[in-house]
């Protein structure tokens, strides 16, 4: 199909013209016969699958979507995975859920310091098989990690998705008080420990360096997701009376030394909530939406 306007070549799809805008005759019954009609079915896309494994049980996983992402593992008869209570999204009918403490009042009252519920949920197969779904309650990243033995990795609060059960999770406390006060997400951490499979929840885009021995790395505080327990993190405070009060990076910065592995997000959520927090209308003001926008913000700067 030629455009009418200037000649140009079209797709019999199109409306209007790729080179010239105009509108191209006839474009409007050729996209009419796409219309689905009333009662069929609608076969919606399945969503973009990004990573697919297996656990060391022999459970299968994928995870899908981009940036909203969910991660659907399959279980055999007998297989488990657990999470914080309120964490699934989906299952089947042959998936049994389970509500336990799990590790005693000690570890109980961690959880809840590192973010996390008081009570976890075991989610086992008990015929056939069967699946059961975590999805991601920010836009960010679901980072499946495969610990070996003793291995372990120290994250963000609030980090925990889902795991198998051989993995332990547990309260990692910063022993150092500039760490603590100044590090972004306070004194308390979560710790995996392996062995098994586990599923952490980032924020934005994750992305992941290798510090050899004695190298270092400074960050701003909020965007240290995740590092292996062989590097030293602590806090530096920025140098210089200009960049200090005209830097906009605050007084403090992360000091990531290595050897061993970190992974930084590109958006943490308290960034994103201050960033919200400015455009939202006060409690006071005439719009409803506005004030209830704002309780929002305020609940996720407080956690």
């Not at 105009?22 to 009333?38: H, K, M």
């Not at 499946?144 to 033995?149: F, H, I, Q, V």
């Not at 140098?239 to 050897?259: H, M, Q, S, T, W």
Request: charged residues 20%; glycine residues 14%; aromatic residues 10%.
């Amino acid at each position: 199909m030629k455009c009418p306007e200037c000649g140009a070549e079209t797709s019999a799809d199109k409306r209007f013209c790729p080179q010239c805008g105009a509108r191209v005759a006839g474009a409007e019954e050729s996209v009419a016969a796409f219309v689905p009609q009333a009662g069929a079915r609608i076969d919606l896309p399945d969503p973009a699958v990004s990573y697919t494994g297996h656990g060391r049980s022999g459970l299968k996983y994928q995870l899908i979507g981009t940036t909203l992402q969910a991660v659907t593992i399959e279980l055999d008869p007998g297989q488990t995975v657990y999470s914080e209570s309120g964490g699934m999204a989906w299952m089947s009918a042959n998936v049994q859920m389970e509500t336990k403490t799990a590790g005693g009042l000690g570890k109980m009252l961690g959880r809840v310091f590192s973010g996390e519920s008081l009570f976890f949920v075991d989610y086992t197969c008990t015929r056939g098989t069967g699946i059961v779904s975590f999805a991601s309650e920010f836009p960010g990243k679901i980072v499946p990690m495969d610990l070996a033995e003793g291995q372990q990795v120290i994250a963000q609060k609030d980090a925990f998705m889902c795991a198998e059960k051989s993995v332990d999770v547990a309260m990692h406390f910063r022993k150092r008080l500039g760490a603590g006060f100044f590090g972004g997400e306070g004194f308390i951490l979560q710790q995996f420990t392996g062995p098994g499979l586990v599923f952490a929840e980032l924020d934005g885009e994750i992305v992941e360096y290798t510090l050899d021995d004695g190298q270092t790395m400074m960050v701003d505080t909020g965007y240290v997701a995740m590092f292996e327990p062989t590097v030293d993190f602590d806090i530096e405070m920025v140098r210089g009376v200009k960049n200090i009060f005209f830097g906009g990076e605050g007084l403090f910065l992360a000091r990531l030394r290595g050897p061993g592995r970190v992974w930084l997000q590109t958006m943490p959520m308290y960034n994103l909530a201050r960033k919200v927090a400015r455009y939202i209308q006060p409690s006071g003001g005439s719009s409803s939406g506005g004030s209830i926008a704002g309780g929002v913000v305020k609940s996720l700067l407080s956690n």
